[in-house]
């Protein structure tokens, strides 16, 4: 059983800094990549970064380029999601993700979430 535990989330003022980690667990198989969901009240789950597992590449939504970034540690199964410069319109609930292939099938996992909430 894929457990996904997210932690470092919380109520912090504009421009503040928070740091997110996401633990993966429970599998014997490995990640194509992980990265970070986020949904705030009344709007649909937005991807937020995303990381490949092997190589590394990254990919943001163009709102938090250049404010986040997200990490891996491989061995660990753990990503990370730097956030900078923290603005009210980052408050949701963010969603680590991790996905891979089944017979070509792609198959995704998701953490329980963990609140952000940015004050003005």
């Known amino acids: 059983q894929v457990q996904l535990v997210e932690s470092g989330g919380g109520l912090v003022q504009t421009g503040a800094s928070l740091r997110l980690s996401c633990a993966a667990s429970g599998s014997s198989f490995s990640f194509i990549g992980m990265g970070w969901y986020r949904q705030a009240p009344g709007k649909q789950r937005e991807l937020v970064a995303r990381?490949?597992?092997?190589?590394?590449?990254?990919m943001y939504a163009t709102s938090v380029k250049g404010r986040f970034t997200i990490s891996r540690d491989s061995a660990r199964k753990t990503v990370y999601l730097q956030m900078n410069s923290l603005k009210p319109e980052d408050t949701a609930l963010y969603y680590c993700?991790?996905?891979?292939?089944?017979?070509?099938?792609?198959?995704?996992?998701w953490g329980q979430g963990t609140q952000v909430t940015v004050s003005s």
């Open positions: 993700n991790a996905y891979r292939l089944q017979a070509g099938v792609p198959l995704n996992y």
């Open positions: 990381i490949a597992t092997s190589g590394g590449s990254t």
